[in-house]
């Protein structure tokens, strides 16, 4: 699950707040689901793909992993939790997923301007982190946790198409400015992402991933294990060109320019759309 999705999940998860845990149960052997019975649930948060409840006396990590999901008042038939929380108000469950108990103050685990979700996100901050991976091939450095907090393989992928850059191009064939296009693009598709999936329009939305043409070109869409986590990526061989060098012409300077100045404007229209944006009745609960 990616950064958007484990927003959403703090949304969902609202209602449990101030409430205690009446039951506890789950197949997890990291944690003690029984220490969390009649604890109050203090709030919730999320950094990344960590989701983080915060209770009296504890503090728990979920991370979702490659396939892990959750359910709220709806459990999966046939499928034991790794953990799950009954309420006054309801439960909530959580499957095939790491659980983890933090010790340490969230203040010091987390940066929170590097989360492509936060209110805090700060651009500058992840473009000097960007300038000192040199040679590191893009579609790692996208899932790059310390540096995109939040940003999965969808994301990835789609914010490659939109820049129009092959995975394997390393970062330091990209300019300056261009450094600024990577993490405002990855910033803004996570709030698309956000905005798609509440709307259950985020598969429709999705232009190069899982696709079998470019929208584009029409070339046929080639997958690879790309990168020294050997993820999945899509792409268009004739659309997204391989480059060795930067490309400093005042032509291509002048459209990450533009490209910059749109994203801007989109992520205002964002921020004052956001708030009245509701879930619908079907959520997608995968990535």
């Given amino acids: 699950m990616e950064g ?17 845990v009446k039951e506890c149960a789950g197949s997890s052997k990291v944690i003690d689901p029984k220490a969390l019975c009649g604890q109050k649930l203090m709030d919730l948060k999320s950094w990344g793909k960590h989701f983080l409840l915060i209770f009296e006396r504890q503090i728990l990590k979920v991370h979702f992993l490659l396939f892990g999901s959750y359910r709220i ?9 790794r953990l799950s929380l009954r309420f006054k108000s309801g439960e909530i469950f959580f499957y095939a997923c ?9 203040s010091s685990l987390y940066d929170w301007k590097i989360d492509v979700m936060s209110p805090e996100w700060d651009e500058k901050r992840v473009v000097k982190k960007l300038a000192k991976e040199g040679a590191a091939p893009l579609c790692d450095v996208l899932l790059d946790q310390g540096i995109f907090a939040g940003v999965g393989n969808i994301i990835k992928n789609e914010v490659l198409f939109r820049l129009r850059l092959h995975p394997l191009v390393k970062l330091n064939a990209l300019t300056k400015i261009e450094l600024h296009l990577l993490a405002r693009e990855a910033r803004l598709y996570s709030l698309q992402f956000y905005i798609w999936k509440k709307q259950y329009l985020l598969r429709k939305n999705w232009r190069i991933f899982r696709q079998k043409n470019c929208p584009v070109c029409g070339s046929k869409v080639k997958l690879e294990l790309t990168g020294v986590r050997k993820r999945r990526s899509f792409f268009c061989p004739i659309c997204q060109k391989r480059r060795k060098t930067p490309r400093t012409t ?33 959520v997608e609960r995968e990535h």
């Fill in 250 to 282: 005042k032509t291509n300077e002048r459209k990450v320019r533009a490209r910059l100045a749109d994203i801007t404007v989109h992520l205002v229209n964002i921020q004052k759309e956001t708030p009245t944006i509701t879930i619908q009745d079907r």
């Fill in 98 to 106: 790491s659980i983890r108990e933090l010790t340490e103050p969230l």
């Fill in 4 to 20: 958007p999705s484990i927003v959403i999940l703090v949304e969902e998860a609202q209602k449990f707040i101030g409430q205690r």
């Fill in 73 to 81: 008042d709806d459990p999966r038939p046939g499928l034991a939790p």
